[in-house]
């Protein structure tokens, strides 16, 4: 089965911008695959952010944006907040119906 | 306001089989386009898709679990029940149930519920 590849770990300053990425074992991520982002504090539901590759969820601050970068899916945050401190999920509409979670970015923002 | 829920046992022993059962409200399962699905999180690791079905009954399953999961709806009840056989205790998670409104993905998820799969 695909794998879905995530950065396991990320940090950023107050005020910074990075960008975490969703890439397959095999092969190019596209707009094809909707990709779309998830925030989760632990013990909480994961709440969504991004859709379809780069619409934002109701809500969301604009801070958050989605795109295609290269061959990956990508979430980048823009002036970081200490709430943004999550971890994130991406998961791509795989051929066939399904959908694939990545393993998850653990965001530190310091 | 759309809320979905999750219920069913919190601890089950091994082989056994698991039913959890996702209740919401407003939205329609009857609604052209709308799906319920499973996602799981085993303590400490990441999200993982399961399973999900659609308003025309449509079901897509996880390549990897497809042998041991069903899922189905109760379009009267507001409710989508699935079911797990075989149960381990890697299979030790916090089970969620969330929306897709055809867009192909989640927009609206339950709380989770916790299943601990021991002897």
């Known amino acids: 089965q695909t794998v879905v590849t995530q950065e396991p770990s990320f940090s950023v300053s107050p005020g910074g911008t990075v960008t975490l990425t969703c890439g397959l074992s095999?092969?190019?991520?596209?707009?094809?695959?909707?990709s779309s982002w998830y925030q989760q504090t632990p013990g909480q539901a994961p709440r969504t952010l991004i859709y379809?590759?780069?619409t934002r969820s109701s809500g969301v601050p604009d801070r958050f944006s989605g795109s295609i970068l290269g061959n990956k899916a990508a979430l980048t945050i823009t002036g970081a907040q200490a709430d943004d401190e999550s971890n994130y999920y991406c998961v791509l509409y795989m051929r066939g119906g399904i959908w694939v979670f990545g393993g998850g970015t653990k965001l530190t923002v310091l | 306001q759309i809320t979905l829920k999750e219920s069913g046992p919190t601890l089950v022993k091994p082989t056994q089989t698991l039913t959890l059962t996702c209740t919401f409200s407003g939205f329609s399962l009857s609604t052209s386009g709308v799906g319920v699905g499973w996602i799981r999180q085993p303590p400490g690791k990441a999200l993982e898709w399961l399973a999900l079905?659609?308003?025309?009954?449509?079901?897509r399953f996880s390549t990897s679990l497809k042998s041991r999961l069903t899922i189905t709806k109760d379009t009267s009840k507001n409710q989508v029940v699935l079911t797990m056989t075989n149960m381990d205790p890697v299979d030790t998670a916090t089970y969620f149930c969330a929306r897709d409104l055809g867009w192909r993905y989640f927009d609206f998820w339950g709380q989770g519920t916790l299943v601990t799969v021991s002897s």
């Open positions: 079905i659609y308003w025309d009954d449509d079901k």
């Open positions: 095999s092969g190019s991520v596209s707009s094809g695959y909707l």
């Open positions: 379809n590759t780069n």
